[in-house]
């Protein structure tokens, strides 16, 4: 029977990505410690995994260049060369060309052609060739050598093989492979065709093997069966040829493989729990409509129980629907101590990542755009907030610097931290900076706070020189208009000195939103309870109009621009007054906005639907909800109100 194999690809990059992941932070480890044997042994089984798996699908390009790598990684395991920083560089180097070979093969693109020269310089540290004459091993037919080595090598599985889900004939295709092999079965331990157990191996083997491969390749082909069968692997000489080192009979040396875009790994128990409440659900309501069937009055007390009933399950049926679509934040904090690392060689200082909370949930979508913001902070703070090691030493600190992540729940909400103990915010610099580039005036009285929340301005920078790095303007302004595109906000807490903090507070999904609903004349608004400080209803006298600034509403003798939302969407509304009105007050970009509404009409759990996708954009919404009496509201966006006053005297006092 043939199998489409097709249909296991998308596995296979999946676990290639869980290899790669896992192969990067255990060579991290390495640099931070001593090279102990099962770290090695875990990269290991990751390498082998890879090439296994690449040479299922005939992605030869992987297969090769995995296979190279894995015998550099052989000898390492074994002792047989030291682990340095180089050759760990090195190592980091081939994960990275691994990523691109699996998606170009994912693609169904060519390799790229920077590939080859990777495996130039892994056969070089490998010790195998020199520089100028190093070629490429292929993974299939005879490997390198100085001419047929014969090897003798019995093979005898434990009865559970077959139960591991393990196949004797791949070891036997993989030895194939190597040369020339002869096979011959021990078939003396079958029993009887009654006794037959069809999940018991009772087969043995004594082969002979033709090759020039060294005996760690021969080992390699059996790195799944230790602890569940006896191998041993004995060379045969040729008169008057002297023993080669490292040929004795030796037991196989490896280990059982471990696991290490648009599809998710979800826990059995959660989908099982799921089922039961629908099974739940459908009882529910099946009593319901028996009730309805043969209704009278008598019968009120029980249908309202059967209703409350449904709603109970209802609400949890969705509360576990959501949490199927929680990742642990880890999966994002896993891509950083490369980053780390990497960033801080090439600025030549020395950083340390310590990470917790990793296992901090959030919805799957929330999870995949939070990566970017982060990674945008994180080479931040390595760039402009750690300095060097000569400052740091001067300013009496330890030459490294400490980089935390730390994710943990608060108040319904996730806070994830990216904090340093690097110099901390200049806020002189920041303010003078700013009247450079006239984003205020020198005359302006502003708090630290302000003038912190100025560097997430558009084009704004205080670095000296440009570099791959940074100094472009770029970066923080895209990582607070990701935030508040995931209805989350950022703050900044510093101290000059001592280090920074910035602090996301995001929301644990966006599939459901705390709202605020709002009426403006005969519509509904809802305005995300996040953004919200409080509502107030103005006297006369805190309404003014500033000149250059517009209408402003003073709160505690802060001037705050005032945004109508009726004359923005253009819908009739009751109060044109605002002393007469509501004002709700709202946070943005640092600073506060106050919207003016008609009445409130209170707080409400919605269910979020994409405008854009039924619709179109709408600038100043960011989605729509339906309310329980079937009509239709809108979610406002505090960072689109805001643009879609921008032009007028408003939008230099709003922004």
Not at 57 to 83: I, W
Not at 208 to 230: H, M, N, P, Q, Y
Not at 444 to 467: M, N
Request: proline share 5%; with cysteine.
């Amino acid at each position: 029977m043939d199998i489409d194999l097709n249909q296991f690809r998308g596995t296979f990059f999946q676990e290639t990505a869980e290899h790669l992941e896992t192969m990067e932070s255990a060579l991290l480890a390495l640099r931070t410690g001593e090279a102990d044997v099962e770290t090695l042994q875990a990269i290991f089984r990751c390498a082998h995994s890879t090439k296994a798996g690449a040479g299922t699908f005939g992605f030869d390009a992987m297969g090769r260049f995995t296979h190279v790598l894995e015998s550099l990684l052989d000898r390492l395991r074994n002792a047989e060369m030291p682990v340095t920083c180089p050759l760990v560089e090195l190592l980091l180097r081939s994960v990275d060309v691994l990523r691109a070979l699996a998606g170009a093969a994912e693609r169904g693109e060519d390799p790229p052609p920077a590939w080859l020269e990777v495996v130039a310089e892994l056969e070089r540290a490998r010790g195998e060739t020199s520089a100028a004459n190093s070629t490429l091993v292929p993974v299939s037919g005879p490997q390198g050598g100085t001419g047929p080595q014969a090897w003798e090598i019995r093979f005898e599985p434990g009865p559970e093989l077959f139960r591991v889900g393990l196949d004797p004939f791949l070891v036997l295709r993989d030895l194939a492979e190597l040369g020339k092999l002869t096979a011959e079965a021990d078939v003396s331990a079958l029993p009887a065709l009654e006794a037959l157990d069809t999940e018991t191996c009772y087969l043995r083997w004594r082969m002979r093997l033709e090759s020039g491969v060294g005996l760690e390749k021969i080992r390699d082909a059996f790195v799944f069966c230790e602890g569940i069968a006896t191998v041993a692997i004995d060379p045969v000489r040729r008169a008057g040829a002297p023993a080669a080192p490292g040929e004795a009979g030796a037991p196989a040396a490896g280990r059982q493989a471990k696991g290490c875009g648009s599809s998710m790994r979800v826990a059995t128990e959660k989908v099982d729990r799921l089922i039961d409440l629908v099974g739940e659900l459908v009882i529910a309501q099946s009593m319901t409509a028996q009730i309805m069937d043969n209704f009278t009055p008598g019968l009120l007390p029980r249908l309202q129980e059967a209703l409350l009933e449904m709603g109970r399950h209802t609400r949890e049926l969705q509360d576990r629907a959501l949490r199927i679509r929680m990742l642990p934040v880890g999966s994002v904090f896993s891509r950083f101590p490369r980053l780390v690392h990497d960033t801080a060689k090439a600025l030549g200082k020395h950083v340390s990542l310590e990470i917790s909370g990793e296992e901090t949930e959030l919805d799957k979508s929330v999870v995949e755009r939070i990566a970017d913001p982060l990674t945008h902070l994180v080479r931040n703070a390595v760039d402009h907030g750690i300095g060097s090691p000569a400052d740091r030493e001067r300013a009496g600190k330890p030459a490294e610097g400490i980089l935390r992540l730390n994710a943990y729940h608060q108040g319904g909400k996730v806070i994830i931290e990216v904090a340093d103990d690097g110099r901390g915010l200049d806020t002189g610099r920041i303010r003078a900076k700013a009247i450079e580039c006239g984003l205020i005036s020198a005359e302006d009285d502003l708090s630290e706070e302000q003038i912190h929340a100025l560097i997430f301005r558009p084009g704004f920078s205080t670095a000296a020189e440009v570099s791959d790095l940074s100094g472009r303007g770029v970066g923080m302004d895209v990582v607070k208009r990701s935030v508040e595109a995931l209805s989350g906000t950022v703050a900044i807490e510093t101290k000059p000195g001592r280090g920074s903090t910035i602090r996301i507070k995001l929301p644990l999904t966006l599939a459901i939103l705390d709202g605020l609903l709002l009426r403006l004349g005969e519509q509904t608004y809802v305005l995300p309870l996040v953004s919200i400080v409080e509502s107030i209803r103005p006297r006369p006298e805190q309404i003014r109009n500033v000149a250059g600034c517009g209408e402003v509403v003073m709160v505690r003798t802060q001037p705050l621009p005032l945004l109508r939302l009726g004359r923005l969407f253009h819908v009739p509304t009751e109060v044109t007054d605002p002393s007469r009105g509501l004002v709700v007050i709202v946070e943005h970009d640092g600073g506060q906005v106050a919207l003016l509404v008609d009445d409130l009409l209170g707080q409400q759990q919605v269910v979020v639907k994409s405008l854009e996708t039924n619709y179109r954009k709408v600038e100043g919404i960011t989605g729509a909800t339906v309310l329980g009496d079937g009509r239709a509201a809108l979610i406002l966006d505090i960072a689109g109100l805001v643009a879609l006053s921008r032009g007028g005297p408003l939008a230099d006092l709003a922004a």
